[in-house]
């Protein structure tokens, strides 16, 4: 049987596990059988059209998972570091993948096969209850997520489309200084803008004296003055 002792920490950390001791966790890896894979920065992991069957978990590096629009142009649509699932929807609904997911960087993957985590074992084990639970909780959240996903690309000015990005990003991560882990042209696909477009409304914020900014960082000078732009 594989040792899965050096994924433990990581995987206590996501939402598909939480709650969760050791030692229920090593038992319902036991059952899943689950497979590791490792990617290099820019390889697929899934490609859009194809149904998936398992539900992944990434253990190292990033992924971006991108769609592509009917007039040709990707917009981000989320990217995920350490700790993060996907493919979690696909594997219980049974549905195509919308998005093609790739590795930002080198990375590793941990895969359960979509039929183990929604069916027992003959053992019954007690953590695969909270399993399922756990499942219903981060299918709910990531509904959430992709509302929020919305709000922001529908918003028709790239003014306002960076503003409430940039007080989104504050929140959620309690600080006025925060990374938001892309570099210029990977914010513009997210935000679904030009590249040039956004660098000069960031130069515009930061002459307003609202914002500091550094390569992937960012400092919120003046949150009201934001929030009005708004």
């Known amino acids: 049987m594989k040792n899965y002792t050096e994924f433990l920490p990581i995987l206590k950390k996501t939402s598909l596990f939480s709650g969760m001791e050791d030692k229920g966790i090593q038992e319902l890896l036991a059952c899943f059988a689950p497979v590791v894979r490792a990617y290099a920065a820019g390889e697929i992991v899934l490609l859009a059209g194809f149904a998936d069957v398992d539900l992944g ?31 979690d929807i696909l594997a219980a609904s049974g549905s195509k993948s919308p998005v093609t997911i790739t590795a930002r960087t080198g990375c590793r993957a941990l895969f359960i096969p979509h039929e183990k985590l929604l069916s ?12 399922l639970r756990n499942l219903i909780s981060t299918l709910s959240e990531k509904y959430f997520q992709l509302s929020d996903r919305v709000d922001l690309l529908i918003v028709k000015s790239l003014r306002k489309k960076i503003c409430l990005f940039l007080l989104e990003s504050m929140k ?29 409304e960031l130069s515009r914020l930061r002459a307003m004296g609202l914002l500091e900014t550094y390569r992937d960082s960012f400092k919120i000078l003046d949150p009201q003055g934001l929030k009005a732009l708004l």
């Open 120 to 131: 027992p074992c003959a053992m019954l084990h007690s953590a695969h209850q909270q399993l």
């Open 57 to 87: 978990i990434v253990l190292d590096g990033e992924i971006e998972a991108v769609k592509t629009t009917a007039g040709g142009a990707e917009i981000t649509i989320t990217v995920m570091g350490p700790g993060g699932v996907f493919g």
């Open 172 to 200: 959620r991560g309690g600080s006025a200084t925060f990374s938001c882990g892309m570099n210029r042209a990977q914010l513009a696909r997210y935000l679904n803008c030009e590249r040039s477009a956004l660098s000069r």
